[in-house]
């Protein structure tokens, strides 16, 4: 089992930036690659990026490219997300998820998920 908490959460103007941290533990975290989605209400949950397991690879969901940074840093068994500059459409509760591989599908490309955190971006 892994367990995943996500914190960095919050509000913040438009223009204005935020840095999620995804902690995990139970089991090796560098086994996993790690990824970021988000869900806004009334809208399916949206891939955002993801990292793979060394860090070598990254993935980035169109909107947020150029925006938003992803990272990990495996001896804290902690993966990051910068966003900067955040916009309103990027409102939305955050979720970390574990997989095998950096996939864009979360129903089947990811194993374990935290629990969320809710950014929230005014115009």
């Known amino acids: 089992q892994v367990q995943l908490v996500e914190s960095g959460g919050g509000l913040v103007q438009a223009g204005g930036s935020l840095r999620l941290s995804c902690a995990a533990s139970?089991?090796?975290?560098?086994?996993?690659?790690m990824g970021w989605f988000r869900q806004a209400p009334g809208k399916e949950r949206e891939f955002v990026a993801c990292?793979?397991?060394?860090?070598?690879?990254?993935y980035f969901e169109d909107s947020v490219k150029g925006r938003f940074t992803i990272s990990r840093d495996n001896a804290k068994n902690t993966v990051y997300l910068e966003m900067n500059p955040l916009n309103p459409e990027d409102t939305a509760v955050y979720y970390c998820?574990?997989?095998?591989?950096?996939?864009?599908?979360?129903?089947?490309?990811?194993?374990?998920w935290g629990q969320g955190t809710q950014v929230t971006v005014s115009s």
């Open positions: 998820a574990a997989g095998n591989h950096c996939g864009l599908a979360w129903k089947s490309d990811y194993d374990y």
């Open positions: 139970g089991r090796t975290f560098s086994a996993y690659a």
């Open positions: 990292i793979s397991r060394s860090g070598g690879n990254t």
